[in-house]
Nanobody
């Protein structure tokens, strides 16, 4: 059973940057693809970014390219989501998710394990 814990969220101002972390335990991290999703108030969960098990491939939601950077450190069992130039509309709970290693996945149904999420609130 894979356990994921997100951290790094908080209250920030528009224009700030933030790095979210996802710490994994209970499985072989290097065998897992990682995805980041978010759910804003009154909105559906949406895909943000994904990275393959080796870190060799990354993918982003079209509207988020350039603002988000996903990365991972398999030696530390951690994944990261760097967010630049935060806007109030980026306010959401951000979740990391894990799936068995494969090609990039951008559908939440394809992920088997989920963290509890970390809240990011952006003030204007």
């Amino acid at each position: 059973q894979v356990h994921l814990v997100e951290s790094g969220g908080g209250l920030v101002q528009a224009g700030d940057s933030l790095r979210l972390s996802c710490t994994a335990s209970g499985g072989t991290f290097s065998n897992l693809n990682i995805g980041w999703f978010r759910q804003g108030p009154g909105k559906e969960r949406e895909f943000v970014a994904a990275i393959t098990w080796s870190g060799g491939s990354t993918g982003y939601a079209h509207s988020m390219k350039g603002q988000f950077t996903i990365s991972r450190d398999n030696a530390k069992n951690m994944a990261y989501l760097q967010i630049h130039s935060l806007k109030p509309e980026d306010t959401a709970v951000y979740y990391c998710a894990a799936a068995p290693k494969s090609f990039l996945r951008d559908q939440w149904e394809e992920y088997d394990y989920w963290g509890q999420g970390t809240q990011v609130t952006v003030s204007s």
